[in-house]
């Protein structure tokens, strides 16, 4: 039986809600929250949580609006639960079990991380297995997919994830956030080899990743142009955006081919790679991946870019395959900051500014 669920996403800076049919998106809503937040250089956790408290409704309407449906037309509600800003996930789980007591739908909480690694069955029925580069503000990780609730970690970041590089990057350079589409306009009119930049863990073996001494070389490069011409001007700061980008594509990319080694030691019949996550947006990173999966006669999997940013979709879409396979949650279910998605990976250093990093 075909499902049609609504989705609900809170769990970082965008309310978001979706209403998918199968593999069909009726609708899909989000009210992102940059302004809000532009005075601060980041997303604050108590203004967010606040704006989704004030947001979801709206955007469930409108959601079921556009889609032409009202709630007696669903058959439940996939809600995040987790790993998010924690006022975030809780006012949508909150919203989400209202809902659900209301009318007495089904309820599933969904895994972030899963939403997003999911997005390319429902962009593309990619079948399983598939290697996936989950790439974001506050993520970055290589999962082999087996399904929707099987996944193996093979490799991510040890420190910061290449989303908050970006946005640190335009912080440093006096860029307006979220930083990565302001940095990689920049870059178009600069020169990538005038600052020579490291590429972190790059000749190490494996696939873990590291973007936090990236972040520092932009600084001291910024700051020596800044003592030796006493500011900043447009070209040294489009040479800066080239040279930082360039640095995160050749590691990401050389990181991609040693994962892609590892997932097909395991799956040699199955040549599939998929990216997704804000940074997954990026032109020259997306470009690259694509000729390396060329090189490699892999198939290369990089959804719409509104579907790889956060999105209500995707949750949506992974509700529907966890309540196919008999998933149902109550409304004991809770919000959880942290929830790596393979559970018997070691657990990842740190957490940034928006949530925890596995
Ligand atoms: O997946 P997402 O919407 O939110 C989460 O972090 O979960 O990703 C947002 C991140 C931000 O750090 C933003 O700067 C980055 O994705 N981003 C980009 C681009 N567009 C968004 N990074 C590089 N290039 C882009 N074009
Ligand atoms: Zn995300």
Same mark, same amino acid.
């Given at each position: 039986m075909t499902l049609t669920i609504l989705g609900i996403e809170s769990s970082c800076d965008d309310t978001a809600a979706a209403v998918v049919r199968g593999t069909e998106i009726l609708s899909s809503v989000v009210y992102g929250q940059t302004d809000l937040h532009a005075d601060f250089g980041g997303v604050v956790p108590e203004i967010a949580a606040r704006a989704h408290a004030e947001k979801l409704d709206h955007a469930i309407e409108e959601a079921l609006q556009k889609a032409g @449906?009202? @709630?007696? +037309?669903?058959d439940g509600i996939a809600v995040t639960s987790g790993p998010g800003l924690i006022g975030g996930v809780l006012s949508g789980v909150m919203c989400a079990k209202g809902i659900s007591a209301a009318t007495g739908l089904p309820l599933v909480g969904v895994n972030h991380l899963a939403g997003h690694s999911l997005t390319p069955r429902l962009t593309?029925?990619? !079948?399983? !297995?598939y290697l996936m580069l989950l790439v974001s503000g506050g993520h970055c990780q290589f999962l082999i997919v087996e399904g929707h609730d099987t996944y193996q970690r093979i490799g991510g970041t040890i420190d910061d994830a290449p989303g908050e590089a970006f946005d640190k990057t335009a912080r440093i350079l006096g860029l307006q956030q979220p930083g990565g589409p302001h940095v990689e306009n920049a870059a178009r +009119?600069?020169? !990538?080899?005038?600052f020579s930049l490291p590429r972190p863990l790059l000749n190490q073996p494996g696939c873990d990743m590291s973007f936090s001494g990236l972040k520092t070389a932009i600084l001291r490069a910024r700051d020596s142009v800044v003592a030796e011409k006493g500011g900043l001007e447009l070209q040294d700061q489009a040479d800066l955006c080239a040279g930082f980008q360039a640095a995160v594509t050749d590691v990401l990319i050389e990181k991609t081919r040693r994962a892609m080694q590892i997932y097909l030691e395991m799956n040699p019949a199955k040549r599939s790679f998929a990216i997704a996550g804000g940074v997954a947006a990026n032109g020259a990173i997306r470009d690259g991946l694509l000729r390396l999966c060329a090189e490699l006669d892999t198939d290369f999997v990089a959804p719409p870019l509104q579907l790889c940013t956060d999105n209500a979709a995707m949750i949506a879409y992974a509700g529907i395959e966890m309540m196919q396979a008999g998933h149902r949650d109550d409304l004991t279910l809770s919000a959880r900051p942290r929830w790596p998605l393979d559970q018997r990976a070691a657990p990842m250093l740190g957490s940034g500014k928006k949530g925890a990093k596995a």
């Open positions: @449906l009202t @709630l007696a +037309n669903l593309d029925q990619l !079948p399983y !297995p +009119n600069g020169d !990538p080899k005038r």
